[in-house]
């Protein structure tokens, strides 16, 4: 088939999680193939894209990163307005940013309000298991499924940006799911 006659579809991404868990690390990973070891807040609320195919069609994810304001919970209607599939990230060797998660998934529907909460497109990463060889694990995989499971069965990916393990996988997962809300 000609690639113009397949069918485009644009999906809005948005990536959550507490600062320093690796949102942007993933994010230049999977786009850039890059890691940065370097910590730079990110600055200005942007997206990058990134166009994957999936059976017949064509997908652009808008991938958008917070830009710093995690910290401040301030992020505004307008990163948040439209999104068709929302990324919640934690670090496994940081239980406060796991406890997070709960926060962010009700700030994301408060926010966000999709017409069907309950069937919202979620998906968690579980980041930096490179670290440490997993002897600084503060949460387990158990756990995080076990969230994920009372969440109404949201996928969950363990993922190391610096190691580019499962970042595909994890994405292509985001693309999958975020297809079947249109
Ligand atoms: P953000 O605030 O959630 O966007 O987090 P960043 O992407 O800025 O990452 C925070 C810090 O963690 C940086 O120093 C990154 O280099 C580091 N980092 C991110 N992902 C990983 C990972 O998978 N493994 C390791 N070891 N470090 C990571
Ligand atoms: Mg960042």
């Not at 942007?46 to 992020?75: M, N, P």
Request: with cysteine.
């Amino acid at each position: 088939m000609d690639i113009s006659m397949k069918r485009r579809t644009l999906l809005k991404v948005i990536v959550l999680g507490d600062s320093g868990v690796g949102k942007t690390s993933l994010m230049n990973q999977y786009v850039y193939k890059k890691f940065n070891r370097q910590y730079k807040a990110t600055i200005g609320a942007d997206f990058v894209t990134k166009e994957l195919q999936i059976d017949d069609k064509l997908v652009t994810l808008q991938i958008w990163d917070t830009a710093g304001q995690e910290r401040f919970h301030s992020l505004g209607a307008a990163f948040y307005r439209g999104s068709d599939c929302c990324v919640l990230v934690y670090d496994v060797n940081v239980n406060k940013s796991f406890e997070a998660l709960q926060n962010w998934h009700e700030e994301f529907l408060k926010q966000a309000d999709p017409t069907d909460p309950a069937a919202f497109p979620f998906i968690l990463l579980g980041n930096k298991i490179d670290i440490d060889g997993g002897n600084s694990r503060e949460v387990s995989e158990k756990k995080a499924r076990e969230w994920c499971a009372a969440k109404g069965n949201i996928p969950y990916f363990e993922t190391s940006a610096k190691e580019d393990y499962n970042v595909d996988e994890a994405f292509l997962c985001v693309a999958k799911t975020g297809l079947t809300n249109e």
